[in-house]
Nanobody, 128 residues
Framework: QVQLVESGGGLVQAGDSLRLSCAASGHTFSSYTMGWFRQAPGKEREFVAAITWSVGSTYYADSVKGRFTISRDNAKNTVYLQMNSLKPEDTAVYYC?????????????????????WGQGTQVTVSS
């Protein structure tokens, strides 16, 4: 059974940085795709970034491109989301997600329906 545990959220000021972690367990993830999504109050969950575990190919939403970086540590079975130059509009609960497979259309990577396993989320609040 796949388990995903996020950590690293918190309250920061605009312009600050945070690094989120997603510790994955319960499976061999070498053939998985891992994603980060976020959900602000009253809004739908939206795609932030994704990475294929085996090759390390990365994908980003336009809203975070150039500010956020997704990476993975194979030895620790952990995926990270480094968030720089944070803005108040980045405020949301951030979720880690996983799905077997590593070949996707971009539209599939961006869809919550693609992912079979989810973490519980971690709150990120950016004050202005």
């Amino acid at each position: 059974q796949v388990q995903l545990v996020e950590s690293g959220g918190g309250l920061v000021q605009a312009g600050d940085s945070l690094r989120l972690s997603c510790a994955a367990s319960g499976h061999t993830f070498s053939s998985y795709t891992m994603g980060w999504f976020r959900q602000a109050p009253g809004k739908e969950r939206e795609f932030v970034a994704a990475i294929t575990w085996s090759v390390g190919s990365t994908y980003y939403a336009d809203s975070v491109k150039g500010r956020f970086t997704i990476s993975r540590d194979n030895a620790k079975n952990t995926v990270y989301l480094q968030m720089n130059s944070l803005k108040p509009e980045d405020t949301a609960v951030y979720y880690c997600a996983a799905r077997p497979g590593s070949s996707w259309y971009l539209s599939q990577l961006q869809s919550t329906y693609t992912y079979s396993d989810w973490g519980q989320g971690t709150q990120v609040t950016v004050s202005s």
